[in-house]
C-alpha cells in the first residue's frame, strides 16, 4: 500500500458522501421542491407559449395541482386552445382533446358554437374509429367540455362501451386496435380512462355485468404488477416493440389515471390490495425530482389522483431526518400524511422492530410513538432502545384508530426504515514506538492521546521497525471498526507513502519493517512526518491527526533502484510572482576634483573672450548695416543663424549628441549660406556705387 494515494481527508469525504447517499434518498411528500422543479422544467419561452397543445395542457395542469399562478401565460394558452377548438374541421382529435381540457384548466372564454362544432366533430369520430387512441381523445374532449358546463349526452355510449371493450385481452392489458397484436399495460390505462369517460357521458345506466368484466380485468391487471424489495410498486411493459414502449413513469400514471376514473364512475368499490395503491405512490414520491416535463407531470398528476380517489388513499410514512446522534440525544420523528402532506386520520405509530444492518434483530419490544399535535409528527427517544452507532433498520406499524377508514386508507401495514445513528468514538490505549527488526524488543515506547494535537519525535534505521497501536470503542463499549484508517508517511521532499492500518478484534496495530519497505521508499532519508487518519461516517470525531515526525536512515541507493515519483506541478504557478532579479552595474570612473574641473571650464571659454576682445580692437560697428528693409531682413536673418549655430554648440555641450547637432547645423549651414550671400551681394554693390561716384 506504500507510494502515492489520495489524501486521506479526501478519502474521507468520499466516504461520508458514499454512506449517507442511500439514506437521503428518503419517500417525501410533494413539497416546494416540487414547485420549483415544475417551474423551472415547465418554463414558457419568450413570447409566453410552452409548445405544443399537449405540453400546454402538462404545464398548466402541473400548475394547477401544485398551485402555481402564471396569469401572464393563461392569455397566451387560452388564444393557443380557442384557435383549434375555432377549426374542428381541420383540427385532429388529439389537438381538439387537449384545446377542450386547457380550457377546461384555465377557464377560458369560448362559445357554445365553437364547442357545438367540435362535439359533432369528436361524436363523429367515436362512431367511425376502430381505434383506441382516437377513443380516448374523442371522448375525453367530449368529458372534458361537459365538465365546464355544457350538456353533453353520448346517445350510443353502451356500443361505445363495447367498442372499446373489444380490445382487451385476457391479462387486463389492451391493444390499441383490432390490427394489433400485442397488447399494452400503457393501453390498458388509457382504455380504463375512456371506459370512464363514456360511463360518465352516456344518458343511461352502462349494462353493469360489463362494468362488473372491466373491474376484474383491472384485478388482473394489477397481478402484472412489479415491486421491489421496499415495497415499491410500479407498472412496466412486457413485450412491445420499442416505438410504443413508454417506461415505467408513463405506464404506471396511464393506469393509475385510468383505474382511479374508473373506480369514481363504477358503482361499489374495486378489489385491489391496498399495499399496491400504497406502493404506486411510492414509487412515484420515490421519483425525488423529475428530470423531465413529461416526468414532472406524470408524476404531479398521478398523485393527485392517488389523494383523492374511491380505491385507496395512501398514507406516507416518512422521516424528516434518517441521521441520529447519540451524543445530542436526538429523537426519532415520524411523519404520517398522504402524497400531498395532508394530514392523516387518527392512527397509532408503533415501533415493533430494529435490525442491524446484517438484518440481525437488535430489539423486537413494541413501543408506541408518542403524537405531537401541534407539528403534526410521531416521536421517541431512541436512548431506551439501547442501539449503538451504525446503520439499522427500523420497522414501524401503522394502525387507524377508526374502523371505517380502513376501507379508505392505505397504510401498508409494516413500513421499514432505514436510519442512520452517530456518536463519539472513544479513542484510547494509543502507542507509538521503534523495536529492533530481529529481536522485537521496543528501544523507545510513547503514549499519545489521538484526540488532542500530539508531536512525537522519533529515530530509526532499516533494520527497526514503526509500530503503532490503539484501540476504538463506541458509546456503548463495542469494539469499533470505522471504514478508514490509515498512516501516512511524508518525505521532506513531498513523497507520500499511505498505509492502510489493520484492525483485530481488540485493536488496531500495524508494523512497519523498514527493511523490506526500502524500495517502496526510493531509500530516501531523512525526515518523515506522521500523521493518522479516522474516519467513519457514525464517528462524529473521525480525525485527521499529525503524529510528529520520523528521522529515518537507509543506505544508499544501488544504482538501478527506483527513483522516486516525479512531483506534480501546479499548472497555475507560471502565472506567479517571479523572482527578483538583482543586476550588477560597473562602478562609476574616479573623477577629478572639482577645481580642476572649473579650472578647466575657463580655459575653454577663454576664446569666446578673446573673440570678444577683437571685436573691439577691429572697431566692429553697425554702420554699413544695410537701411533698405529687403536687404536689412536678410543681414537680420543671417546674424540671428550665426546666433543659432552658437546656440546649437552650447546644446550640444549640455544634452545633444554630435549625430544630432550634425544634422541641425547641416540645415542652419545652408540657411547661412543663402541669407549670407544675398547680404553680401548687397554690401558689394553698395561698394562699388560708392568707388564709381
Known amino acids: 500500500m506504500a507510494g502515492r494515494r489520495p489524501a486521506p481527508a479526501a478519502l474521507l469525504v468520499l466516504l461520508l458522501a458514499a454512506a449517507f447517499a442511500p439514506i437521503s434518498s428518503a419517500v417525501r411528500p410533494v413539497s416546494d421542491a416540487h414547485r420549483s422543479a415544475a417551474a423551472e422544467l415547465f418554463a414558457p419561452s419568450a413570447d409566453g407559449s410552452f409548445g405544443d397543445l399537449e405540453r400546454t395542457y402538462e404545464a398548466v395542469r402541473t400548475f394547477q395541482i401544485l398551485g402555481l399562478k402564471y396569469k401572464s401565460v393563461t392569455g397566451e394558452a387560452c388564444k393557443f386552445a380557442a384557435e383549434k ?12 382533446f387537449h384545446a377542450a381540457r386547457i380550457s377546461g384548466v384555465l377557464g377560458c372564454s369560448v362559445d357554445a358554437g365553437v364547442y357545438d362544432g367540435v362535439v359533432a366533430r369528436l361524436k363523429a369520430v367515436i362512431k367511425d374509429t376502430n381505434s383506441l387512441l382516437e377513443f380516448y381523445y374523442s371522448v375525453g374532449g367530449l368529458l372534458s367540455i361537459k365538465e365546464q358546463g355544457h350538456n353533453i349526452v353520448l346517445s350510443d355510449a353502451e356500443s361505445t362501451f363495447h367498442a372499446i371493450k373489444a380490445l382487451s385481452q385476457s391479462d387486463g392489458r389492451w391493444r390499441y386496435d383490432t390490427n394489433s397484436a400485442e397488447s399494452s399495460t400503457f393501453a390498458a390505462g388509457i382504455a380504463l380512462e375512456a371506459l370512464a369517460g363514456v360511463v360518465a357521458l352516456a344518458d343511461a345506466e352502462v349494462d353493469p355485468s360489463m362494468v362488473g368484466v372491466v373491474k376484474n380485468d383491472i384485478v388482473k391487471l394489477f397481478d402484472t404488477i412489479k415491486s421491489y424489495d421496499d415495497g415499491t410498486f410500479y407498472f412496466d ?10 417506461g415505467p413513469i408513463m405506464t404506471s400514471a396511464s393506469v393509475v389515471r385510468g383505474v382511479t376514473s374508473f373506480a369514481t364512475v363504477a358503482p361499489g368499490k374495486l378489489n385491489i390490495p391496498s399495499e399496491k395503491v400504497l406502493g404506486l405512490g411510492k414509487f412515484f414520491l420515490g421519483i425525488g425530482l423529475p428530470g423531465s416535463a413529461k416526468d414532472c407531470f406524470n408524476q404531479i398528476e398521478s398523485l393527485s389522483f392517488l389523494e383523492n380517489n374511491r380505491v385507496f388513499t395512501p398514507l406516507i410514512l416518512s422521516l424528516p431526518s434518517k441521521v441520529f446522534s447519540l451524543t445530542s440525544k436526538d429523537q426519532l420523528k415520524v411523519e404520517v400524511t398522504t402524497v400531498f402532506g395532508s394530514a392523516a386520520p387518527p392512527l397509532k ?3 415493533v422492530q430494529v435490525l442491524g444492518s446484517d438484518s440481525k434483530v437488535i430489539t423486537s419490544e413494541n413501543k408506541e410513538l408518542q403524537f405531537d399535535l401541534d407539528n403534526n409528527v410521531h416521536y421517541l427517544d431512541i436512548a431506551p432502545l439501547k442501539i449503538d452507532v451504525g446503520k439499522y433498520s427500523l420497522v414501524f406499524e401503522i394502525s ?23 456518536g463519539l468514538i472513544k479513542v484510547d490505549k494509543a502507542e507509538i514506538g521503534i523495536s529492533d527488526n530481529d529481536a522485537g524488543t521496543v528501544e523507545s515506547v510513547q503514549k499519545l492521546d489521538l484526540l488532542k494535537d500530539t508531536k512525537v519525535s522519533l529515530s530509526a534505521n532499516h533494520l527497526q521497525k514503526l509500530r503503532l497501536s490503539f484501540q476504538l470503542t463506541t458509546p456503548l463499549g463495542h469494539t469499533f471498526k470505522p471504514h478508514q484508517v490509515f498512516l501516512k508517511l511524508k518525505h521532506e521532499s513531498n513523497v507520500e507513502h499511505l498505509f ?16 523490506g519497505l526500502v524500495e517502496k521508499f526510493y531509500y530516501l532519508s531523512g525526515r518523515y512526518d506522521l500523521e493518522l487518519a479516522v474516519g467513519d461516517a457514525a464517528m462524529e470525531n473521525s480525525f485527521l491527526r499529525p503524529l510528529g515526525h520520523l528521522e529515518l536512515d537507509l543506505p544508499e541507493a544501488p544504482e538501478k533502484a527506483p527513483r522516486p515519483p516525479a512531483q506534480a506541478v501546479d499548472p497555475f504557478s507560471k502565472f506567479g510572482p517571479k523572482a527578483e532579479i538583482s543586476h550588477i552595474f560597473r562602478s562609476p570612473e574616479k573623477r577629478p576634483p572639482k577645481e580642476l574641473s572649473l579650472a578647466f571650464t575657463g580655459l575653454t571659454l577663454l576664446p569666446f573672450i578673446g573673440f570678444l576682445i577683437g571685436l573691439v580692437c577691429l572697431g566692429v560697428n553697425l554702420k554699413n548695416f544695410p537701411s533698405l528693409p529687403g536687404p536689412a531682413a536678410f543681414a537680420s536673418l543671417f546674424h540671428a543663424g550665426i546666433g543659432a549655430v552658437l546656440l546649437l554648440y552650447v546644446l550640444f555641450w549640455l544634452k545633444l549628441d554630435l549625430f544630432t547637432t550634425l544634422k541641425y547645423l547641416g540645415f542652419l549651414g545652408i540657411f547661412l549660406v543663402f541669407v549670407g550671400h544675398r547680404t553680401l551681394s548687397y554690401l558689394s554693390s553698395v561698394s562699388t556705387k560708392q568707388k564709381t561716384a
Open 85 to 96: 377548438l375555432a377549426s374542428p374541421a381541420s383540427s385532429a382529435t388529439k389537438d381538439l
Open 237 to 246: 411493459e412486457k413485450h412491445v416493440d420499442a416505438t410504443e414502449y413508454k
Open 349 to 351: 405509530v408503533n415501533l
Open 500 to 515: 492502510v492500518v489493520p484492525g483485530s478484534a481488540r485493536q488496531f496495530k500495524i508494523v512497519l519493517d523498514f527493511l
Open 400 to 422: 387507524l384508530k377508526e374502523p371505517e377508514h380502513e376501507s379508505v386508507y392505505a397504510t401498508g401495514g409494516r413500513n421499514t426504515e432505514n436510519v442512520f445513528i452517530t
